[in-house]
């Protein structure tokens, strides 16, 4: 059975600092891993999606890396700002005849200005 | 931008009664899901539903649940029965055929 577990659970940073959030999994044969914002009470904000034949997915300040065969994804955020401060969440989607994404339990990011 | 939007946003209920959660997806989605969220765990999948048929359903999607794509635009989950045990908050995904699921901003749904 998949199960996604992010390290930390919870981080504190000053403004313009460089981070990583990590992803682990436990089964590889995954098809695609999704990283996700939710700022409190909120929806779910799709950031960045990796497939599984691919190493990294860049957006703006975002770089989000995929190693299939060890189990991991890092989210990259450089130049943090304020407005980062959410829950950082990663989902994966295993491979085979199945649609659903298995979610981690998240990391709560906050941007100290 | 297009987006998912889901109503409403809070839903209070006593034990017993029945919910309808709804949702419009994104206009040219095929693939629509419900995903719940109790406060301070984890994202679970309740259904997928493709084709108008639930494509695939988790332990927790027992008979007290249904899902009904009655028109064209909407997507909804019913809720038979509630139970304390329900309460949490409630999202909508869809996607097209390509793989990035995009989420409502939920319902947060309170059984008292």
């Known amino acids: 059975k998949q199960e996604v577990t992010q390290i930390p659970a919870a981080l504190s940073v000053p403004e313009g600092e460089n981070l990583v959030l990590n992803c682990s999994f436990t089964?590889?044969?995954?098809?695609?891993l999704q990283w996700f914002r939710q700022d409190p009470g909120k929806g779910l904000t799709s950031l960045l999606l990796?497939?599984?034949?691919?190493r990294e997915q860049t957006s703006g300040r975002l770089n989000a890396s995929l190693d299939k065969s060890s189990g991991r994804s890092t989210l990259y955020i450089a130049a943090s700002q304020p407005g980062d401060s959410a829950t950082y969440l990663c989902?994966?989607?295993?491979?085979?005849?199945?649609?659903?994404?298995?979610f981690g339990t998240g990391t709560l990011l906050a941007v100290q200005p | 931008e297009p987006e998912v939007t889901q109503t409403p946003s809070h839903q209070v209920t006593q034990m017993g009664q029945e919910v309808i959660l709804r949702c419009v997806p994104i206009?040219?989605?095929?693939?629509f899901y419900w995903y719940r969220q109790i406060l301070g765990q984890k994202v679970e999948f309740l259904v997928s539903?493709?084709?108008?048929?639930?494509?695939?359903k988790s332990e927790i999607f027992d008979d007290q649940f249904s899902v009904e794509r009655p028109d064209g635009s909407n997507f909804t989950l019913k809720i038979r029965s509630t139970k304390l045990e329900d309460s949490a908050m409630y999202f909508c995904?869809?996607?097209?055929?390509?793989?990035?699921?995009?989420f409502g901003p939920g319902t947060r749904l309170t059984v008292t």
């Open positions: 990796i497939q599984s034949s691919q």
């Open positions: 089964d590889s044969a995954i098809y695609n």
């Open positions: 206009s040219n989605h095929l693939y």
């Open positions: 989902a994966v989607k295993n491979g085979g005849a199945t649609n659903k994404l298995i």
């Open positions: 995904a869809s996607r097209a055929y390509k793989d990035e699921q995009y």
């Open positions: 539903f493709y084709n108008n048929e639930i494509s695939e």
